[in-house]
């Protein structure tokens, strides 16, 4: 549906997220904003943020957060956001719409010396978008997490990921983020397996299930 600038050559190559090379750019997820994320329910898209959050923790990632006009209408960080990473560096931007026209949230990213970047936020088009393609312009690879970003409807939606796929970024989802940066289930089967039992409940009696027959034997 969502076509690139042209054709992928024969030699197109899958870059993978690495654990040790992504930082996570939580942009905007403020109080006043989320309100005018009208293109999923609203107890769907805020598991969805709270999912992206926890992944970004699990894989103890290094996370960056801006907020935009936060003394006004837009609001604070959501509180859970916060205070589940009271470490990470959190630019509260006086007035720029495009975090990365801000120097301090600009700063803040290249000091963690990666150059994948993870993005989610709201709003898609404006919020997501314009950094995403501003860092693309720089040589970032760029992953944008779709469903931890919000926007008007579904119109508003498509057209920014459009865009920002034609410039080169990568469209996936908080799963596909989980699986690719975990890549085997041995790896922490436990602790993986705990992770998406609690954030996504139609996987919760699956998990329990096989917990109770690996208790059994």
Not at 25 to 50: I, W, Y
Not at 133 to 160: H, P, Q, Y
Request: glycine letters at 6%.
């Amino acid at each position: 549906m969502f076509g690139s600038k042209s054709a992928p050559s024969d030699n197109a190559s899958y870059n993978r997220l690495n654990k040790d090379e992504a930082v996570v750019l939580f942009v905007d997820h403020q109080t006043g904003l989320l309100s005018l994320c009208r293109d999923m329910p609203a107890a769907e898209f805020k598991n969805n943020v709270m999912a992206f959050a926890k992944i970004t923790k699990y894989f103890d990632l290094p996370a960056v957060m801006t907020t935009s006009f936060e003394q006004g209408p837009n609001g604070p960080m959501i509180p859970e956001l916060k205070e589940m990473f009271p470490d990470a560096a959190c630019i509260a931007r006086p007035g720029e719409i495009n975090a990365w026209d801000n120097p301090d949230f600009v700063k803040a990213v290249k000091k963690t010396g990666r150059k994948q970047l993870i993005i989610a936020g709201i709003v898609t088009e404006v919020c997501v978008a314009f950094p995403t393609l501003s860092a693309l312009a720089e040589d970032f690879e760029v992953f944008v997490v779709t469903d931890a970003s919000g926007t008007f409807n579904d119109i508003s939606r498509n057209a920014a990921w459009l865009r920002m796929q034609q410039g080169g970024a990568q469209l996936l989802t908080w799963f596909a983020m989980a699986n690719e940066l975990r890549r085997d289930w041995r790896e922490d089967m436990a602790g993986y397996t705990e992770l998406f039992h609690d954030i996504i409940p139609e996987y919760a009696p699956l998990i329990d299930s096989y917990q109770a027959v690996s208790d059994a034997k």
